[in-house]
């Protein structure tokens, strides 16, 4: 510490995943260490660090409301004058979706980051305490406050945007579908936690069965996980609208992991048709991050004009 200078303050909010688990006799892993725990395993650092014990799930079990109550508890850490830097500790299985939702919530006044492990804390190649550190001296860096909600990951620092796994076993596991920054956070402030959008997985030969049941279930939104850059076919373009018909907004993703999307074909069921049918096309968020995004603007009321400009990675120029 130099001299008449106070080291900054991170916090550490701990919500589980694979970064806070050890496998028990039977082989199954869980969330089973605290925030407390991981801290302690970490080398000296010029900071000063306060773990909170918000919750401990697998990610791959969280909810919407869940999400809000992490995004919620950021936001309470924004307005403390005395934090200087976040760091969530997230299960990987759906941190870009945790991630992307407090940068829709919360404009930063302070660096704020994700990280977590790919292999458990008992792992012999545990990549944790790694990740935990390079996110709390990113946290504790300054420059970082104007770039958004980050991810650091094997050794990556990269926007919430875009951002996806790709891998399942290697330690450098997330990767952005464009390379592109994270635009001006919209500062969207209802919850989602009442909030139901559906994703439906489009493949050749598919009906609209899984929308109509979406539709029968009471969905606020519906996102399609389509192909290519976002094609379908006849009998989609019909249940979009359907959908249309019963005000309840449809969006176009793709899972092709990669590149921007764009809804160029037609053919009776291409991207260009569920367009011209009423759905929204994602320019580049994949499935998960655009039933976030969706969420975020039905919850806000946000008129169509506007959600198709948000899923056009929030075309200037665009109100709610």
Not at 125 to 136: R, Y
Request: charged share 20%.
């Amino acid at each position: 510490m130099t001299a008449g200078k106070t080291n900054p303050l991170v916090v550490v909010i701990a919500t589980g995943g694979t970064i806070a688990s050890e496998r028990a006799d039977n082989g199954a892993s869980k969330p089973s260490l605290t925030g407390e725990s991981l801290l302690s395993l970490l080398p000296d650092m010029p900071v000063m660090l306060r773990p909170i014990e918000l919750m401990a799930k697998d990610s791959a079990s969280l909810t919407l409301a869940d999400m809000q109550e992490i995004s919620d508890r950021v936001g309470d850490l924004l307005d403390d004058a005395d934090v200087s830097g976040i760091v969530v500790l997230h299960g990987t299985d759906a941190m870009e979706e945790t991630a992307l939702l407090v940068h829709l919530q919360h404009e930063l006044n302070k660096p704020v980051l994700f990280t977590g492990a790919q292999f458990t804390a008992d792992h012999p190649k545990a990549d944790g305490p790694a990740n935990l550190t390079a996110a709390i001296a990113a946290a504790a860096d300054q420059a970082n406050m104007g770039r958004g909600v980050l991810v650091c990951f094997g050794g990556r620092l990269l926007p919430a945007w875009g951002l996806y796994k790709y891998s399942s076993d290697v330690v450098d596991a997330f990767r952005q579908a464009r390379p592109i920054d994270n635009p001006a956070s919209p500062r969207f402030a209802t919850s989602l936690g009442k909030v139901r959008v559906d994703m439906v997985a489009i493949y050749p030969g598919c009906d609209s069965v899984h929308v109509d049941a979406s539709l029968r279930a009471g969905a606020d939104g519906i996102v399609l996980a389509a192909l290519g850059s976002g094609n379908a076919n006849s009998r989609l373009v019909e249940a979009v609208k359907r959908c249309e018909g019963a005000g309840v907004p449809v969006v176009v993703s793709s899972r092709v992991p990669d590149g921007l999307l764009m809804s160029s074909y037609g053919g009776g069921g291409g991207g260009h048709d569920l367009v011209e049918a009423g759905a929204i096309h994602s320019s580049t968020l994949r499935p998960g991050q655009a039933r976030i995004l969706l969420a975020a603007l039905i919850a806000s009321g946000a008129t169509a004009e506007f959600t198709a400009q948000a899923f056009d990675d929030f075309n200037p120029g665009a109100t709610v």
